[in-house]
């Protein structure tokens, strides 16, 4: 099973821009479909971003949509999440997460996901 870190998260002010990186280990990275998650206190976890194995197909939901770019370079086994025009209720632990598919464009949405990173911290305040 894929074993998948994420970096990149930290303090940024409304408006403003950070992206996320999601390192995954072993040599089957094409294999998967990967996503990103956020869940914020008190509120469930939320889908944010899917991308298929080699990156063809995109999926985002309204609430990030044109503003979050979902990316992967298999080469060097990472995903990222572009992420621009922050909000207040952007502010989340962001996770990536990872599906095996043979399905080449296949998006896996809410729920369809094998493995989890451990998260990383995205806090939007002035």
């Known amino acids: 099973q894929v074993q998948l870190v994420e970096s990149g998260g930290g303090l940024v002010q409304p408006g403003g821009s950070l992206r996320l990186s999601c390192a995954a280990s072993?040599?089957?990275?094409?294999?998967?479909?990967m996503g990103w998650f956020r869940q914020a206190p008190g509120k469930e976890r939320e889908f944010v971003a899917g991308i298929s194995r080699s990156g063809g197909s995109t999926y985002y939901p309204d609430s990030v949509k044109g503003r979050f770019t979902i990316s992967r370079d298999n080469a060097k086994n990472t995903v990222y999440l572009q992420m621009t025009s922050l909000k207040f209720e952007d502010t989340a632990v962001y996770y990536c997460?990872?599906?095996?598919?043979?399905?080449?464009?296949?998006?896996?949405?809410?729920?369809?996901?094998?493995?989890w990173g451990q998260g990383t911290q995205v806090t939007v305040s002035a």
């Open positions: 072993g040599r089957t990275f094409s294999t998967y479909a």
């Open positions: 997460a990872a599906r095996r598919t043979s399905a080449a464009n296949y998006v896996p949405r809410q729920y369809d996901y094998d493995s």
